[in-house]
């Protein structure tokens, strides 16, 4: 299992419709989610920025984010979420959200 921290902006004028949005997440998101190996998967806010946590379980990255970058209601999910957010100015190319560096973990 491998942890992941991801930070990305909210535009503070979609801030109310985004916490909407993730209230009552499309069944068929979560599933895919889920399908991608992905668990314990919680966003938090605070000022301005989004904060992701997740654990993936499965033992090929790159192939299962491809897997949910290529269903098409997760495309549908995307589409309405970027306008949303503001990616950070120094992430990574390529990047939407931008990895961090995990330097604890205690279980």
Not at 53 to 62: I, K, L, S
Not at 70 to 93: G, S
Request: hydrophobic share 35%; proline share 3%; with cysteine.
């Amino acid at each position: 299992m491998k942890r992941f921290g991801q930070l990305i902006g909210v535009k503070k004028e979609y801030l109310d419709s985004y916490k909407k949005y993730h209230s009552e997440v499309w069944l068929e998101i979560n599933k895919k989610i889920s399908e991608c190996n992905i668990q314990n998967y919680s966003i938090f806010y605070r000022d301005g920025l989004l904060f992701a946590y997740f654990e993936y379980v499965g033992d090929d990255f790159d192939a299962d984010m491809k897997k949910m970058a290529d269903d098409p209601k997760t495309q549908q999910w995307w589409a309405i979420m970027k306008p949303m957010q503001q990616p950070l100015e120094n992430r990574a190319e390529g990047e939407w959200w931008s990895d961090m560096e995990e330097v604890y973990h205690l279980d």
